[in-house]
């Protein structure tokens, strides 16, 4: 995750040239999907642990912290100098995988009569919140 921040820092400016590039409805610029794979590999120890759809929820929140996204946020929404982001994103990934694994723990399943946080759920089709 450091290294990663790391190297997207390094490269900022011409990262956010492909970014805006790529919100440019009419043009032609894509980003690849790299991140996808990279989460893939860093969650492989742990893909027996968490049940299909905490491994899934887990997988899409952490592509947010890949990228030139994350550090175009931070760098332009934050107090944080360049140098404390990698931190940052590194500590927002572990949170993410610590929760992760604890939901997914037998001792933090709910009991009989405990109530349980509800999950996010997509939105059906004709029905409003």
């Given amino acids: 995750m450091r290294s990663g921040a790391d190297w997207t820092l390094g490269r900022e400016a011409r990262l956010r040239m492909i970014l805006r ?15 996808r794979k990279y989460i ?4 492989a120890s742990a ?7 905490t491994y899934g929820r887990l997988s ?14 931070l760098t332009d929404n934050s107090d944080l100098s360049r140098e404390e ?4 994103l590194a500590w927002t990934a572990e949170a993410l995988v610590r929760g992760a694994l604890a939901e997914a723990s037998p001792s933090s399943r ?3 009569g405990r109530s349980q946080a509800r ?8 029905r409003r919140a």
């Fill in 110 to 112: 709910p009991r009989a």
């Fill in 47 to 53: 893909k027996d642990e968490l049940p299909e759809e």
């Fill in 60 to 73: 899409a929140a952490l592509t947010l912290l890949f990228g030139i996204d994350p550090i175009v946020s």
């Fill in 21 to 35: 590039a790529s919100l440019d409805p009419s043009g032609e610029t894509k980003r690849p999907a790299r991140r």
């Fill in 119 to 126: 999950r996010p759920q997509a939105r059906r089709q004709g």
């Fill in 85 to 88: 982001i990698p931190a940052v």
């Fill in 40 to 43: 893939a590999e860093l969650l």
